[in-house]
């Protein structure tokens, strides 16, 4: 696993109706009812090359949601060309995508390395193992919960905070969406690849359009 392919990704074409989150590159096609999106469904598993592969297809009333891995880092050379077929399967259903819907949630404990303790919520969630640091949702849906560990000569200020990850050209109006409901910024010097917010509590969430719209940027935030 590494950054090449997420990168490579990105830069190549005909891949605009995909989003690349933390959890893979993702795409959000508008059906216009279930059995459409079941349909849909059932024609992008024809797909050659998308069985046993990782992919997660979700379908809703009036959406259908495709996930080409479970990670970021395993996106490799051949998710391009998965990304274009899939793409086209849904033209040809006339199903449109849409990237404004495409967002992924993310939980972040922070720890110093001698307290990181991913196992315990592997096990009261009934989490599995992706990475050594992170524990999924073997259904495919909840959050990731990611430890982050911290150098032990930073002080812990959070234990704890979310991370929403959106496309790169509808961060700044979530951002503006939690401005305006009372949220308040604590850290813009990583825009646009993440700004550091906070309720009216205190409590953080890390609005992200890495690695979408950022590839320069860490992901890593306080």
């Known amino acids: 696993m590494s950054e090449q392919g997420w990168r490579d990704f990105l830069a190549a074409e005909d891949v605009a109706d995909w989003v690349v989150l933390h959890g893979g590159a993702t795409a959000v096609f508008r059906v216009s009812s279930l059995g459409d999106g079941a349909r849909l469904a059932d024609a992008?598993?024809?797909?050659?090359?998308?069985?046993?592969?990782?992919?997660?297809?979700?379908?809703?009333?009036?959406?259908?949601?495709?996930?080409?891995?479970?990670?970021?880092?395993?996106?490799?050379?051949?998710?391009?060309?998965?990304a274009r077929a899939v793409s086209a399967v849904a033209r040809q259903h006339g199903a449109d995508a849409d990237r404004t819907r495409v967002h992924e949630v993310q939980l972040a404990i922070a720890a110093h390395r001698d307290t990181v303790d991913v196992h315990f919520w592997r096990a009261v969630l009934g989490y599995a193992e992706l990475a050594d640091d992170n524990a999924v949702d073997p259904l495919g849906h909840g959050s990731t919960v990611w430890m982050q560990e911290l150098d032990d000569a930073k002080p812990l200020r959070h234990a704890m905070h979310v991370d929403a990850s959106v496309a790169r050209e509808h961060v700044e109006a979530r951002l503006a969406a939690a401005l305006a409901a009372g949220g308040r910024i604590l850290d813009d010097s990583d825009a646009p690849a993440h700004w550091t917010l906070a309720d009216r509590a205190g409590n953080r969430v890390c609005l992200c359009a890495w690695p979408d719209g950022a590839i320069g940027a860490s992901p890593i935030v306080p």
């Open 44 to 82: 992008i598993a024809q797909v050659p090359g998308i069985q046993g592969g990782g992919v997660l297809i979700t379908v809703a009333d009036d959406q259908l949601t495709v996930r080409l891995t479970r990670g970021v880092e395993r996106l490799e050379p051949r998710h391009v060309q998965l």
